[in-house]
C-alpha cells in the first residue's frame, strides 16, 4: 500500500519534513503527508512582521521586525536547496564577507563603558585593548600537544569553557567564549556541550595535534574549509546558481524577512493535493494502531490520524508530554530516553526603532555581545546578552514611506534588537515594569559609550519568549544517539524524532534535519 505519513510540528524542521517528502513522494505515487501544527501559524520561531514607525516630524518608514532568527549561514547547502527551489533568489538579502557588519563585531565588557572591536587579523590583535587576553591565549594554545583530544571517534565530551579554557585560558573562555555562547544559544558556556555545539572545533584540535591554532592554520593552508552540511549520500542538494549567489556572502535573510523562508515551504505545501496541513490543532497522544502496524495520532479536538510512518519534529519535552498522557498508556509505541534531558533557554527580545539622526547611534558593525559576569566584572541587572546593529546589516530591508522608485535605499531609522534574560538572573527591572524602556535606553547609551541621551525611539517591541533555544548540554550526542537508536529499535524503521532539540539549533541544523528525514525513512 501506498505510505501515509504524519509530520508532528510546524516549525522550520516539521515544514522542511513535509517540503522534502512531497518532493520525494509526489502526487501521483499515492502517498498522503499530514503536517499537525497546535498553533495557528506555521514556522515556529520564525516570526517576522513588518511594521510602520514615524518619527516626531511626520517622516514615516516600514521596517521588518524580527522576533526569532534574523540572519542565515551559506554554509547549510539544506537552506541554499530551499532558496533555490522555493524561487526566493529575487527576495534575497545578502552581507557581502568584506561588508562592516560582516567584519566588525564588538564586545561590551562588563563593568566597564563602552564596546571594544573583536580584533578580526593578527596584526589588528596586537593594536587592541583585548591583546593581553588574546596574545597569551594563542601562545598558550600553540603549545598544546596531543594529550587531550576529543576525537570523533571517542565519546567524551566536556563543556565549551572547558575546552577553551584547556586550550586558551580561563581569561579567554570567560570573555570571549562566554560572549559568543551567549549569542547563540543564550545560556552559560559551563553547560554546553563542545561536541554539540561546536563539533569544528574538536575537529580542528584533533587535526592539529591538540592545538587549535595549528588546526585552523592548517586548514587555512590546505583550504579544506568543508560545509557543515553533507547530503544526504544518495540525495544531492539542488541548489541552482544560489551556491554562486553566496561565494563571498557572511550572512542573508530576505526582504520581508526570515519567516519569508517558512511562509514560502507553507505556501508551497498547502497548494499540495497530496499533502494536509493541519493547523491550530494540538497532537494530544500518540498510539500504535490495534494491529501494530500503524501509528495513531489524536488531536485536541478528537481527530485520529492513522499513519504507516510518523516523524516528530516538535520539541522533546512536547512529544515527552504526549507520550506520557493518560490516553496512550495500553498502546503506546514506547517510551523514549533522555526527552527531559536539556534545559531550553527563554530569552527577551527587544526590537528599538530611532529616527535618522545626524550621528549614526552605532558604530558600523554586526553588533556587540557581553561575556558572563564575574566578581570583577559585575553583570547589569538588566541581564543583557547582546545587541544586533540590524538596520546596518540589511539597510535596505526598511523602506521610506511612501515608498518610490527615487527613494533612497535604506530607511535612515536605525533598527537594533537587544537580547535580554540570560542565564544569570532575570532582567530587572522586568520587561513589564513601566521603568523597563528607560532603563535599557540608558544601559545602552552606557555601552556605546555616548554622552547624551539616546533619541526617543519611533517604536519598542518587547517579546518574551519562553524555553525557545534547546541547549545540548554535555553529553548531547551520545544521548541523542541512544534516543535515535531507541526510536528504531521501540517504534522501528518508519518512525524519526527530530528538531531543534536533537540535531542542532540553526536554521540550517532544522532545514538539514526535516530533509534527512524525509529521504531516510524507509518505504
Ligand atoms: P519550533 O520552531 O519550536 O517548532 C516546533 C513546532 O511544534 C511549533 O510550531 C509548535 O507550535 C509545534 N508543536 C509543539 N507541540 C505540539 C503538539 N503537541 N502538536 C502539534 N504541534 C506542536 N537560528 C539561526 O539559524 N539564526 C538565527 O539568527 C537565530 N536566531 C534565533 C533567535 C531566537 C530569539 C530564537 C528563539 C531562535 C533563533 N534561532 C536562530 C534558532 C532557530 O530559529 C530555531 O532553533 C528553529 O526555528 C527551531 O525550529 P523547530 O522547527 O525545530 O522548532
Known amino acids: 500500500a501506498s505510505p501515509s505519513i504524519a509530520v508532528l510540528g510546524g516549525g522550520i524542521s516539521g515544514l522542511s519534513t513535509a517540503f522534502h517528502l512531497a518532493r520525494r513522494f509526489p502526487v501521483h505515487s499515492g502517498t498522503r503527508i499530514t503536517l499537525v501544527e497546535s498553533s495557528e501559524r506555521l514556522g515556529g520561531w520564525m516570526?517576522?512582521?513588518?511594521?510602520?514607525?514615524?518619527?516626531?516630524?511626520?517622516?514615516?518608514?516600514?521596517?521588518?521586525?524580527?522576533?526569532?532568527?534574523?540572519?542565515?549561514?551559506?554554509?547549510?547547502?539544506?537552506?541554499?536547496?530551499?532558496?533555490?527551489?522555493?524561487?526566493l533568489k529575487s527576495s534575497l538579502l545578502t552581507v557581502p564577507r568584506s561588508a562592516p557588519a560582516a567584519r566588525n563585531r564588538f564586545l561590551h565588557l562588563p563593568g566597564t563603558e563602552g564596546i571594544v572591536t573583536i580584533p578580526g587579523s593578527p596584526l589588528l590583535v596586537l593594536r587592541s585593548p583585548l591583546a593581553k587576553i588574546l596574545v597569551p591565549a594563542v601562545l598558550k594554545d600553540a603549545r598544546k600537544s596531543t594529550s587531550v583530544v576529543l576525537?570523533?571517534?571517542?565519546?567524551?565530551?566536556?563543556?565549551?569553557?572547558?575546552?577553551?579554557?584547556?586550550?586558551?585560558?580561563?581569561?579567554?573562555?570567560?570573555?570571549?567564549?562566554?560572549?559568543?555562547?551567549?549569542?547563540?544559544y543564550a545560556t552559560d558556556s559551563r553547560l554546553l556541550s563542545i561536541r554539540?555545539?561546536?563539533?569544528?572545533m574538536c575537529q580542528l584540535e584533533e587535526r592539529g595535534n591538540g592545538s587549535l591554532v595549528r588546526g585552523a592554520v592548517m586548514d587555512m593552508l590546505r583550504n579544506s574549509r568543508k560545509s557543515k552540511s553533507t547530503a544526504v549520500e544518495e540525495q544531492p542538494y539542488e541548489l541552482?546558481?544560489?551556491?554562486?549567489?553566496?561565494?563571498?556572502?557572511?550572512?542573508?535573510?530576505?526582504?520581508?524577512?526570515?519567516?519569508?523562508?517558512?511562509?514560502?515551504?507553507?505556501?508551497?505545501?498547502?497548494?499540495?493535493?497530496?499533502?494536509?496541513?493541519?493547523?491550530?490543532?494540538?497532537?494530544?497522544?500518540?498510539n500504535k494502531?490495534?494491529?501494530?502496524?500503524?501509528?495513531?495520532?489524536?488531536?485536541?479536538?478528537?481527530?485520529?490520524?492513522?499513519?504507516?510512518?510518523?516523524?516528530?519534529?516538535?520539541?522533546?519535552?512536547?512529544?515527552?508530554?504526549?507520550?506520557?498522557?493518560?490516553?496512550?498508556?495500553?498502546?503506546?509505541?514506547?517510551?523514549?530516553p533522555h526527552l527531559l534531558a536539556n534545559p531550553s533557554s527563554s530569552v527577551t527580545v527587544v526590537n528599538l526603532v530611532f529616527p535618522p539622526t545626524p550621528h549614526p547611534i552605532?558604530?558600523?558593525?554586526?553588533?556587540?555581545?557581553i561575556p558572563r559576569p564575574s566578581t570583577d566584572y559585575p553583570a547589569s541587572s538588566l541581564g543583557m546578552l547582546g545587541t544586533v546593529?540590524?538596520?546596518?546589516?540589511?539597510?535596505?530591508?526598511?523602506?521610506l514611506l511612501p515608498s518610490s522608485s527615487t527613494s533612497p535605499p535604506s530607511s535612515g531609522f536605525t533598527k537594533l534588537t537587544v537580547i535580554l534574560n540570560g542565564p544569570y538572573d532575570a532582567p530587572s527591572p522586568a520587561p513589564s515594569s513601566p521603568s523597563f524602556v528607560q532603563t535599557l535606553l540608558d544601559t545602552l547609551r552606557r555601552h556605546l559609550g555616548r554622552a547624551e541621551p539616546l533619541p526617543e525611539p519611533s517604536l519598542v517591541r518587547i517579546r518574551e519568549h519562553r524555553d525557545c533555544i534547546p541547549i545540548p548540554t554535555v553529553?548531547?550526542?551520545?544521548?541523542?544517539?541512544e534516543l535515535t537508536g531507541a526510536v528504531r529499535e521501540r517504534w522501528g524503521p518508519n518512525a524519526a524524532v527530530i528538531g531543534a532539540g536533537v540535531g542542532g539549533v540553526s536554521v540550517g541544523d532544522c532545514v538539514e534535519s526535516g530533509r534527512r528525514a524525509a529521504y531516510a525513512l524507509r518505504v
Not at 276 to 283: C, L, N, Q, S, Y
Not at 363 to 368: A, E, K
Not at 389 to 399: E, G, H, I, N
Open 47 to 87: 516570526k517576522s512582521e513588518r511594521v510602520a514607525v514615524k518619527d516626531s516630524v511626520g517622516q514615516e518608514a516600514n521596517v521588518v521586525l524580527e522576533s526569532g532568527p534574523r540572519t542565515l549561514r551559506p554554509a547549510s547547502k539544506a537552506v541554499l536547496e530551499l532558496v533555490h527551489l522555493l524561487g
Open 151 to 184: 576525537n570523533n571517534s571517542s565519546p567524551d565530551d566536556e563543556s565549551v569553557d572547558a575546552f577553551l579554557t584547556r586550550h586558551f585560558g580561563v581569561e579567554f573562555a570567560r570573555t570571549f567564549g562566554s560572549a559568543l555562547v551567549h549569542g547563540i
Open 196 to 200: 554539540s555545539a561546536f563539533p569544528v
Open 240 to 286: 541552482g546558481d544560489i551556491a554562486e549567489l553566496m561565494r563571498d556572502v557572511s550572512v542573508f535573510s530576505f526582504q520581508d524577512g526570515m519567516q519569508t523562508l517558512s511562509d514560502s515551504v507553507a505556501n508551497q505545501l498547502q497548494g499540495l493535493a497530496h499533502v494536509e496541513v493541519m493547523k491550530g490543532d494540538r497532537v494530544v497522544a500518540l
Open 289 to 336: 494502531s490495534k494491529s501494530g502496524n500503524e501509528f495513531e495520532t489524536i488531536t485536541e479536538s478528537g481527530k485520529r490520524l492513522l499513519s504507516s510512518h510518523i516523524v516528530s519534529a516538535m520539541p522533546l519535552p512536547h512529544l515527552h508530554r504526549l507520550l506520557s498522557a493518560p490516553s496512550v498508556t495500553h498502546s503506546s509505541p514506547g517510551p523514549l
Open 362 to 369: 552605532h558604530p558600523d558593525g554586526f553588533g556587540y555581545l
Open 389 to 399: 546593529f540590524d538596520s546596518c546589516a540589511l539597510p535596505t530591508q526598511d523602506r
Open 475 to 481: 553529553g548531547h550526542t551520545a544521548r541523542m544517539a
